[in-house]
């Protein structure tokens, strides 16, 4: 198993550029989320998904997009990015229901916006 | 306001003590409460659950204690070895897992 997987590791985008930072899992889970992680600020949370077609926002969602067409991918889109997107970001997984609910995390992405 | 605090930005303790870590919130009513460790350039590694109704849970050297009424956990490590440091981190879940809050995390420093 891989576990959870992102790509890239590091981007360097200029202000206004789009793109997509790729996430994913083969572990079956039906939950998927999205975090930023800030100097002093910890993660938070920007969207999660509980399954195929269902995402929804979490506390920082403006700025990015999200779509979950199936169980393993769940793509975070910057549509233009802007130099306050500058951060860590982190795909994590986990099982619902389960005895733990323990989130898987990704190695992160590195982005950077001039 | 909703708040989630972990009691310092950066911990330093001596090789062979306990080391304690506080987390602290205000305004959610977790399900259970877990606590991840952090090394740098990496994404954090789940370490343990504790849920509403437990007041203690232990593995290895580590043990979490939770007050639904101080709304307080405390994360331990006792006999702490320079490999233990690392940024942890405490995490409210609700919702039946389908919302994470993240503190920001407690920097420890384990000194030979």
């Known amino acids: 198993n891989a576990g959870v997987t992102q790509t890239p590791k590091f981007q360097v985008l200029k202000t206004g550029q789009s793109m997509t930072l790729q996430c994913a899992q083969d572990m079956n889970h039906e939950y998927m989320s999205w975090y930023r992680q800030d100097p002093g600020m910890g993660l938070r949370l920007i969207h999660y998904?509980?399954?195929?077609?269902?995402?929804d926002q979490g506390e920082v969602p403006n700025g990015y997009n999200v779509s979950r067409s199936t169980t393993e991918d769940f793509p975070l889109r910057l549509l233009s990015a802007a130099p306050s997107q500058t951060s860590v970001y982190f795909c994590a997984s986990s099982s619902l229901g389960g005895t733990y609910n323990e989130q898987f995390f990704g190695p992160g992405t590195r982005l950077t916006v001039l | 306001s909703q708040k989630i605090e972990q009691n310092s930005e950066a911990l330093n303790i001596q090789e062979g003590k306990t080391a304690t870590l506080t987390c602290n919130y205000t305004n959610y009513s977790p399900a259970y409460l877990q606590w991840y460790r952090q090394d740098p350039g990496r994404g954090p590694v789940f370490l343990l659950l504790?849920?509403?109704?437990?007041k203690e849970k232990r593995k290895e050297r580590l043990k979490v204690t939770f007050d639904t009424t101080l709304k307080q956990s405390l994360f331990h490590i006792t006999a702490s070895q320079p490999a233990d440091s690392a940024t942890y981190l405490c995490?409210?879940?609700?919702?039946?897992?389908?919302?994470?809050?993240f503190g920001p995390g407690t920097r420890l420093s384990v000194l030979p």
């Open positions: 998904s509980v399954g195929a077609g269902i995402t």
């Open positions: 504790i849920r509403e109704n437990e």
């Open positions: 995490a409210l879940v609700e919702n039946y897992g389908q919302n994470f809050v």
